[in-house]
């Protein structure tokens, strides 16, 4: 596709500008393994213990469950709300119009029936 003389130019130029960033992107590699081998990253080792697999499997036979403080909250899947009748905060707007409009028309279905 692209085959004029600008985009020829302009490939040219990009390939030149990898090759120079590409030498200082390397020697800056090279600084921060130096400096992480030298600094060991002790602070990091004494925030957090490692566990293995089989020690997260035993602690999950015990019966020890994730602590959630958010309490779950419920939504009728037939009207999508909740038990004080608001519709979830994930739900566009336009899925709100669209859920209202199918219940109004149900609404007066169900009243001409009678």
């Not at 390939?15 to 921060?32: I, N, S, T």
């Not at 038990?83 to 739900?91: I, K, L």
């Amino acid at each position: 596709m692209a085959k004029s003389i600008r985009s020829k130019r302009r490939r040219k130029m990009r390939a030149v500008k990898r090759e120079q960033f590409g030498k200082k992107e390397l020697e800056r590699l090279k600084g921060v393994v130096e400096r992480a081998k030298a600094a060991e990253d002790v602070e990091m080792k004494e925030m957090f213990t490692e566990k293995t697999a089989a020690q997260l499997k035993e602690q999950n036979k015990d019966g020890e469950k994730m602590d959630t403080s958010k309490a779950s909250r419920n939504y009728n899947p037939k009207t999508l709300k909740n038990e004080h009748g608001n519709f979830p905060v994930w739900m566009s707007q336009r899925k709100v119009k669209k859920v209202k409009k199918m219940q109004k028309k149900k609404a007066k279905a169900k009243a001409k029936k009678k």
